[in-house]
Every structure is written in structure tokens, then in C-alpha cells.
């Protein structure tokens, strides 16, 4: 049940720093095949570039990090822990690659998410 969840909270996760920046967000509900439930997340807001590198690595430091540890202290149950955070860094994946994109880019910049995607904003 937690592997198929794990995700809806994903992406949850991700979007949790941008709603306690007060962020303008419209976030639209659906059902795939049913039953699943997904969303997707409209930002109308231009972002930092810190809050989106924390918005990009919270689902890794909130599952990820958490089950290894928990495979450790809990022995009796390390292949579900391991099993859950690696399923969860592979979906962090795409996240790290556009940390490494936006690692390149100028210091103070804006990001805005339109339609087709991220767009970097470079203030002249």
C-alpha cells in the first residue's frame, strides 16, 4: 500500500515548501485508471531560486533519508525501508536533474512555471 502511494506523496512533498511560501498554487485533482489519485500543480508565482532547490530535494530528505535510518534501527524490517527509499530516489531522479540545472545557472534569478514547463528568469 505504502509503494503505492509513495508517488501522490512525492509530489506532495514537493510542492509543500511553495505553500508555506504562500504561493499562489491551483492544484487540480484527477483519477487515472479509476482509482489511482494524481494531481497537478499550476504555480503562478515566480519562485527563488532557494525555494526551489528545497521544493526539489524535500521528497528525498523526508522518505529517502528517513528510511535508511529506519533500516537501520529497525532490522526486522530493512527490505521494506530499502525498498521504499529506493523507490523514492529513483523518482527524485528528475528532480536532481534539474538541481544540477539550476545549479548552473546566474545566483539571482526567477523561476517560473508555465505551461510547457520551468522557464529561468534573468533580471536585466
Avoid at 532557494?50 to 528517513?66: G, K, Q, Y
Avoid at 526486522?76 to 523507490?87: E, K, T
Amino acid at each position: 500500500f505504502g509503494v503505492a502511494l509513495l508517488p501522490l506523496l512525492h509530489k506532495a512533498l514537493r510542492i509543500l515548501p511553495l505553500i508555506f511560501t504562500n504561493k499562489n498554487l491551483r492544484i487540480k485533482w484527477t483519477l487515472e485508471k479509476r482509482f489511482i489519485p494524481n494531481f497537478h500543480v499550476k504555480n503562478h508565482t515566480k519562485t527563488t531560486k532557494p525555494t526551489f532547490f528545497f521544493a526539489l530535494l524535500t521528497p528525498t530528505l523526508m522518505i529517502t533519508v528517513p528510511c535508511i535510518i529506519g533500516s537501520y534501527f529497525v532490522p526486522a524490517y530493512y527490505p521494506y525501508f530499502l525498498l521504499i527509499g529506493a523507490i523514492n530516489l529513483s523518482l527524485s531522479y528528475v528532480d536532481f536533474l534539474y538541481i544540477r540545472h539550476l545549479w548552473k545557472a546566474p545566483k539571482k534569478f526567477l523561476i517560473s512555471n508555465e505551461e510547457q514547463g520551468y522557464d529561468i528568469l534573468i533580471p536585466r
